[in-house]
């Protein structure tokens, strides 16, 4: 509405700057009009008076004669004719009444020159001494008798006829005033009476220039006028046609408030209209900007109810750009999920908010079933980070640094992770880059080579191990050998003593070896050592169940060993009645366990203490190098007592 407004302002300019033309136009062409009506009544009286001049008795210079006739002319009218000479002594007169005849001073040269020239002379308003009569005369020069000099023939008539001469060119609403060379008052159409005889106002008949125009002035009445004017030729005298100003601009306010209620209507109807459509946009705008935010994080993007066919279109492009956005985001989380990787996705310069694909979840030890859905952004999960064995700060590892558009290929780093749990991951990092090259985001691929690592260790782990296992068991087949060969009475003894108790160690061996030298079930190990030399019903076993350390279970099936054979040979299984009872149980001494193992013999011959042979002193060799007591052997006379302490804890 405001341009149309403007044109309304232009239109409304341009007719009011159209009406004070025309209405300037049209105060101009009264004047002029009333100037042609009232100069036609002053040619009136100029006829009359060629008409006398041309009387014999004039001619014949018979002044009473020419007296009568004219008063026979103006007989019952308003008019006097006055004869008189040139230094204006009056001659003869048709109204012997003071006031009726025109000055009877001489003429001045600027009327005599307009008189020779014009041959009429059209006097300015006067009235006689004593009376408020004012009138005009239209005078003329007549020749007299032969050798007098030249007269001046007038006739006068009231101002009033010529205000009743000019009323009917008057229009309505319109005010004319007539005045003389003097700027005095001949005529007006209103208020004659009133203001015939005085003088204008001087502001007024300041701006009375020239042949014709038009002002601006206020009246006598403080009225301010529109005035058009016009100076006749004929008589000199000026005539104006005014019209308040008030008047002539009361059309154009009324055409003003008519534009303007008719646009204040227009403007108010189409802000309601531009409020309900523009609430129906900004509803719709405000409804799609949701939607190309919904888009742009990834949402589902809600079908839109408008009454704009543009933005529903608009909508239903997003909503098929949402649905491929989200198939492909499908695919691509399908794939990243799928392959056995862990990715790292940011799009913060701080590389602190990250987007991680399954496997990455799974490496930080975040759970996959509460996961968020792939691309929305989480907080980095703080771990420590190492590159060999120096702590890796957050700025220098890789996703950082690819955010500051470095590149890295293949680095390993070991991951602490808050739950303690230590992870080895080969890294490798690349930044994203927009059109123009700067770098908006970065992505990091790691694999996973924790169980790698882990079984390298181990596998180093496990060659140290068995080089020391081997060094172990070769120092322990060297003393064997060494203490059996010392003791043995013949090489045939020595051989059979030594299989033996290789067997012995050989089957503690096999036993390690099933459960990966972990260690061994005590029962399990007592069985498999007794087992190949004497039969288990003669043994009665007694105790909780005892994992043993591997040097513990070596030493033990050893000592076990040892004692079946020397039973066999000289103790409770040298006959066939004795039994062997062998009993164990834990003991927790300052926070660590003791294992007390107590062999006992019953029903052999009597025991009598002889010389230490090699099984005494292998047990002895073997526990007394344990910290917790060693071995005690007694030598009851019912049978021998072996009493074993070995701490568990510190012989791991």
């Not at 060629?50 to 019952?76: H, I």
């Not at 016009?230 to 008589?235: E, K, L």
């Not at 100003?245 to 209620?261: E, M």
């Not at 098929?320 to 392959?339: F, M, P, Q, S, W």
Request: glycine share 8%.
């Amino acid at each position: 509405m405001l341009p149309v407004w403007l044109f309304a302002a232009y239109l409304f300019v341009a007719y009011a700057l159209h009406e004070q033309s025309r209405i300037e136009q049209e105060a101009l062409w009264i004047a002029r009009q009333v100037s042609l009506v009232v100069d036609g009544e002053l040619v009136n009286l100029k006829t009359l008076l060629e008409g006398l001049s041309k009387s014999p008795a004039l001619a014949n210079d018979d002044l009473q004669a020419f007296s009568n006739e004219a008063s026979r002319l103006v007989q019952g009218t308003d008019q006097v004719i006055t004869l008189r000479d040139l230094g204006g002594r009056a001659l003869a007169s048709t109204q012997s009444a003071k006031g009726s005849e025109p000055s009877a001073e001489p003429l001045t040269p600027e009327e005599r020159e307009h008189l020779d020239l014009a041959g009429v002379l059209v006097s300015n308003v006067f009235a006689a001494p004593g009376s408020n009569a004012y009138r005009i005369a239209v005078t003329r020069q007549v020749s007299g008798s032969k050798g007098q000099a030249a007269l001046l023939l007038s006739m006068s008539v009231p101002t009033e006829r010529i205000r009743l001469a000019m009323l009917p060119a008057v229009p309505a609403g319109w005010t004319v005033a007539v005045g003389d060379r003097e700027g005095n008052y001949v005529a007006r159409s209103k208020l004659h009476g009133e203001v015939t005889g005085k003088p204008g106002l001087p502001e007024y008949l300041a701006k009375v220039v020239g042949r014709s125009g038009t002002f601006r002035s206020r009246n006598f009445e403080g009225t301010t006028l529109l005035a058009g004017y016009y100076r006749s030729p004929y008589s000199d005298w000026f005539y104006t046609a005014n019209v308040p100003l008030s008047d002539v601009q009361a059309p154009l306010w009324w055409s003003l408030a008519q534009i303007g209620a008719t646009g204040l209507t227009a403007l108010l109807f189409s802000l309601t209209l531009g409020y309900v459509v523009g609430k129906t946009f900004t509803k719709a705008t405000v409804d799609l900007a949701a939607r190309a935010d919904a888009l742009g994080k990834g949402s589902e993007v809600k079908p839109m109810s408008t009454s704009v066919a543009e933005f529903d279109t608009i909508a239903q492009a997003m909503i098929k750009a949402g649905r491929a956005i989200a198939e492909r985001t499908r695919e691509l989380e399908t794939v990243l999920d799928t392959a056995p990787v862990a990715v790292w996705f940011t799009y913060d310069p701080q590389a602190r908010q990250v987007i991680r694909n399954r496997f990455a979840a799974e490496l930080m030890g975040l759970s996959t079933e509460s996961r968020r859905s792939f691309g929305t952004p989480d907080l980095v999960i703080e771990t420590l980070a190492y590159k060999d064995g120096q702590t890796i700060s957050r700025e220098d590892r890789p996703l950082s640094r690819a955010m500051r558009g470095e590149e890295t290929d293949s680095e390993e780093f070991a991951y602490t992770l808050p739950s303690g749990v230590q992870r080895y991951l080969l890294s490798s990092a690349r930044p994203v880059r927009d059109a123009a090259g700067s770098v908006i985001g970065a992505v990091q691929i790691s694999l996973d080579i924790s169980e790698r690592k882990r079984s390298e260790e181990q596998r180093q782990l496990l060659i140290n191990e068995l080089n020391h296992r081997v060094k172990n068991t070769l120092a322990v087949v060297q003393a064997i050998a060494s203490q059996t060969m010392r003791s043995a009475t013949s090489l045939a003894l020595a051989k059979e003593a030594l299989s033996a108790r290789l067997v012995s160690l050989a089957q503690a061996h096999d036993i390690l070896t099933r459960e990966n030298w972990s260690g061994a079930d005590l029962s399990t190990l007592i069985a498999a050592s007794i087992d190949p030399h004497a039969s288990l019903d003669r043994f009665d076993l007694t105790g909780e169940p005892v994992w043993l350390p591997s040097n513990v279970a070596l030493s033990f099936a050893l000592a076990i060993h040892e004692l079946t054979t020397n039973a066999i040979k000289y103790g409770a299984l040298s006959n066939p009645t004795g039994s062997v009872s062998i009993s164990w149980r834990l003991e927790y001494v300052d926070g660590g366990r003791i294992l007390v193992l107590e062999w006992c013999e019953e029903g052999g011959p009597p025991v009598v203490p002889g010389k230490h042979g090699f099984g005494t002193q292998l047990l002895q060799r073997v526990f007394d190098s344990e910290r917790t007591g060693g071995v005690e052997l007694v030598y009851d006379r019912s049978g021998l007592r072996c009493i074993f302490k070995v701490g568990l804890d510190r012989s791991k």
